[in-house]
């Protein structure tokens, strides 16, 4: 679920050696000056990648998550307030992700646009549980 960012970032790097081998065929001009320029401008757009794919991830954490509250399900309502405000603990990111998958994913009935906003807060959660596990001693 966690491919989203990478398929992104991959996309980035692509561009940037596509730039890159361009400078290295062009022998017309100066290399090393178009070298330095081009690699100014991967470093730009990496950092605009990234920034796009934070400010989307944001908003799928402050979201979506509303979309898939249910009266029926308090303790996964509880979770996904606490995923919008930034608060999960690595115990509660994974109790959310495996009540996120019973109910949505491993759900014949569900909905195709109810599937798919919990596969987006799915891959939120799991970006969620890596940053925790990084944080760990």
């Not at 991967?42 to 954490?61: A, N, Q």
């Amino acid at each position: 679920m966690t491919w989203v960012p990478w398929m992104l970032s991959g996309f980035g790097i692509l561009i940037a050696l596509i730039s890159l081998l361009r400078t290295i065929v062009s022998a017309n001009h100066d290399q090393s000056a178009h070298l330095i320029q081009d690699i100014f401008q991967v470093k730009e757009r990496v950092g605009l990648v990234e920034m796009k794919i934070g400010i989307f991830w944001r908003l799928v954490e402050e979201n979506l998550g509303t979309l898939l509250k249910k009266p029926t399900h308090v303790e996964m309502d509880g979770l996904l307030d606490k995923l919008k405000a930034h608060t999960l603990t690595l115990e509660e990111a994974q109790r959310l992700r495996g009540w996120l998958q019973r109910i949505y994913l491993d759900n014949e009935a569900t909905h195709a646009h109810e599937w798919l906003t919990a596969i987006l807060v799915l891959a939120a959660v799991e970006s969620v549980i890596q940053e925790l596990l990084r944080c760990l001693p």
